[in-house]
């Protein structure tokens, strides 16, 4: 269910750097708005790594964690590996691994109940309705999330105004409990345009997933992912099959 072949088959795609890297006017004052959020989060809290990261190693979250280490910051940072990444996010999460000086932690599924998810649903159960596809998003991601932020005080995520309606009014802080899950919730790029979020990548060289430049601009599990076209939403290959209300895993939900 995957199209992006009738995109590539045009020609190689151009880097995402050079398609979409454009600094909005006020960029300077949104990084150091940025920085100071960041250093904010770092202080939350009585003990060191009080306040985690959130990243699903898409454009947003790696700009975040090169922030991090770039500011030295004992923020750690967490991944949830859900048995379905692209073999390019798993081999971005090894190289992120390797080079980041804040500690990257890998959460994975329960391998029991995934297992019995598909033995009674089949591989593709997403496809079938949305309550299984949500079902599989509970047993990959929000399960795991409850253990990477158990203990904690604060998460830093990568959400942004721009990305979608859902996302809308995302603040720079969200004290909301729906929201953050009972703890302050950062979200230091809510005022980045996806120009900015490239232009800081292109100027910094900070390492991406090579999917990026071929039209996914929104990276999930492989099965739920899908390349994008010319003018569709940003957010259109995720859950492409969905009506756009229900495109969400419950991560970000604010009811």
């Known amino acids: 269910m995957n199209h992006s072949s009738s995109l590539l088959s045009r020609g190689a795609p ?103 998810f598909v033995r009674d649903h089949g591989q593709d159960a997403m496809y079938q309705s949305i309550a299984l596809r949500k079902t599989c998003c509970e047993l990959r991601k929000m399960q795991p999330l409850a253990r990477a932020l158990a203990g904690k005080q604060g998460w830093i995520t990568g959400l942004r105004r721009e990305q979608s309606n859902a996302r809308a009014e995302v603040p720079l802080t969200d004290t909301s409990e729906v929201a953050s899950k009972g703890l302050t919730k950062f979200n230091p790029l809510a005022d980045w345009t996806l120009g900015d979020v490239w232009h800081y990548i292109a100027e910094n060289k900070v390492d991406y997933n090579p999917l990026h430049d071929q039209f996914f601009p929104s990276i999930g599990c492989a099965p739920c992912t899908r390349a994008i076209a010319l003018g569709e939403d940003f957010r259109a290959g995720r859950w492409w099959w969905e009506d756009e209300s229900a495109k969400e895993c419950g991560l970000h939900v604010k009811k």
């Open 14 to 116: 151009a880097k995402a750097t050079t398609v979409h890297a454009r600094a909005s006017a006020g960029f300077a004052d949104k990084l150091a708005q940025t920085r100071t959020v960041l250093q904010q989060a770092a202080a939350l809290g009585t003990v060191p790594g009080a306040v985690t990261q959130a990243s699903s190693l898409g454009a947003e979250d790696v700009v975040i964690t090169h922030l991090i280490n770039a500011l030295q910051l004992d923020i750690p940072v967490f991944v949830l590996d859900t048995g379905a990444l692209h073999t390019e996010t798993l081999a971005l999460l090894e190289r992120t691994q390797a080079t980041s000086r804040a500690p990257v932690v890998v959460y994975r599924p329960e391998l029991d109940a995934v297992i019995q």
